[in-house]
């Protein structure tokens, strides 16, 4: 008999368990799950890949599946936000999989795509909701959806959904929830300032801790290489290229690389990375708030696949990002953040595998890695540059001035990703709130770090302050009569 039997839940559940081969659970999942199935609201703090989705899914699914009700039109009976659409669709599938034998539906609604489609999905309504904060205040702006009915609402990743500025949202959304509800917040990280603004949505919580605030992950080796900024791309190149090549093995410096995250600031830093990466023939792709979904869902897809073996990513867009074999973490860029170290580096060594994060570390970047390394307790070990590392940069070919081709599936270029009510749920948080601009930026890119506009949203934004012709304010009269 398996722990998730002990607990009594429904025998489906236990089913679609032992189809995904689950049987010991995660310590998050052992300490959180006896306190939900009581009903008791939940404050969860655990690192990320440590089974996050299961310790709330499991006893909500256990609880809808005991107390059938049919579904109310235009409503939900739980609703789980997540602040990225990967992450939401990655929670909606690990739900749907739990709920396999369950006669219960799952909807998940994000920005980038049309709303029509995802109102239209939710005139019968659905048990289980997965969304986005800016997508769920369209539906219901809409009337398209209704929350009186929801009985359980979880919000993953609560920090960042906090720090990110969606406050006010989260505000707005609880006002709509009734009062009689479950709520549950899970974290990896959670600073008491966070943790007070809380208390303002869950209600005498149980607090369950499984590792220390901002511990990253014990089996990840941490290294930094110190470097100037100019110098941090032609590094990159070199070490992805000799760590990716075929015979790499044990010749590489630090193993052979299956899949490698690079993380960087902005969302044009992103792209540059990639343009210089593939110039070198390097297969690689980025994913931020300016590509259209259907761009970031090729990209991830192709990432899981391997025909992409390494992503370039900015800190929100990688949240959602759980595919397993990422061997390598880059921190292209170093967040001032420190909290954000934890969630980039904590990409790999999942499930019990071992991982590398390396950080290359500017001048001016020093000041961060002593507050991450004050925060996690943990002093990153030097890597020096290698011997002949200026004739190997000397020898890079250049990269293409042109943006990186657009993956297969994506069907609209940057700056139409918004139109039609179709909500860019991070487009204003691809940098972490409370973190400073860079000065060293280079020209043109400082407004990328605030969610830049491209040159179609700045077009719209002149043309919607321009005044109407006569023909259009006849046209206007005539619609609002």
């Not at 669709?89 to 739990?98: F, H, L, P, V």
């Not at 369209?138 to 500025?165: P, S």
């Not at 969606?166 to 929830?177: D, G, H, S």
């Not at 307790?377 to 990269?399: M, N, V, Y």
Request: glycine share 8%; aromatic share 4%; hydrophobic share 40%.
């Amino acid at each position: 008999m398996s722990y998730f039997s002990e607990l009594g839940l429904a025998e489906p559940i236990l089913r679609a368990l032992e189809a995904k081969g689950y049987t010991d659970p995660s310590p998050i999942q052992r300490k959180a799950i006896p306190a939900l199935l009581e009903g008791r609201d939940l404050l969860g703090i655990a690192q990320t890949g440590t089974g996050k989705t299961a310790a709330f899914a499991l006893p909500s699914l256990h609880r809808l599946a005991h107390d059938p009700k049919p579904r109310n039109n235009a409503g939900c009976r739980m609703l789980v936000l997540s602040p990225t659409r990967e992450l939401a669709a990655q929670i909606a599938d690990n739900m749907r999989g739990y709920a396999k034998f369950l006669n219960l539906s799952v909807q998940c609604v994000f920005g980038g795509v049309p709303v029509g489609k995802q109102a239209r999905a939710l005139e019968r309504g659905t048990d289980i909701l997965v969304a986005t904060p800016g997508r769920l205040l369209d539906l219901i702006d809409q009337r398209a959806l209704t929350l009186r009915h929801v009985e359980i609402f979880v919000l993953d990743e609560a920090d960042q959904m906090m720090d990110l500025g969606f406050i006010v949202p989260l505000k707005r959304v609880a006002a709509l929830l009734p009062k009689s509800r479950q709520s549950l917040f899970f974290s990896a990280t959670m600073p008491q300032a966070i943790a007070e603004l809380g208390k303002q949505f869950i209600n005498n919580p149980v607090k369950v801790e499984v590792a220390p605030q901002a511990t990253t992950a014990e089996r990840v080796e941490q290294y930094a290489t110190f470097i100037n900024q100019a110098e941090k791309q032609a590094l990159l190149t070199i070490k992805l290229r000799e760590g990716l090549a075929p015979d790499a093995g044990d010749n590489a410096e630090h193993g052979a690389i299956d899949r490698a995250l690079v993380f960087t600031r902005t969302k044009h830093g992103a792209d540059r990375v990639v343009r210089h990466l593939t110039a070198a023939g390097i297969p690689a792709a980025a994913i931020h708030g300016n590509k259209s979904q259907g761009q970031r869902t090729a990209a991830l897809g192709g990432f899981r696949q391997g025909t992409v073996r390494v992503l370039v990513a900015t800190d929100i867009a990688a949240r959602g990002i759980d595919v397993s074999g990422v061997s390598h973490v880059y921190n292209f860029e170093i967040p001032n953040v420190p909290e954000q170290y934890v969630h980039r580096i904590g990409r790999t060594a999942r499930a019990g595998a071992d991982g590398i994060a390396i950080s290359y570390v500017a001048p001016d970047e020093k000041p961060y890695i002593r507050d991450i390394e004050r925060l996690t307790r943990i002093k990153l070990d030097a890597l020096a540059l290698p011997e002949d590392f200026q004739k190997q940069a000397a020898r890079l070919p250049a990269p293409s001035r042109k943006a990186p081709a657009q993956p297969q599936g994506s069907s609209k270029p940057r700056g139409q990703q918004a139109r039609g009510g179709q909500r860019s749920d991070e487009r204003r948080h691809d940098r972490p709130h409370g973190e400073r601009p860079r000065h060293d930026a280079p020209h043109g890119e400082r407004r990328g770090e605030h969610g830049s506009e491209d040159g179609g949203q700045r077009k719209r934004r002149f043309r919607s302050r321009a005044p109407k012709t006569v023909g259009a304010h006849k046209s206007a009269v005539r619609r609002a009569g």
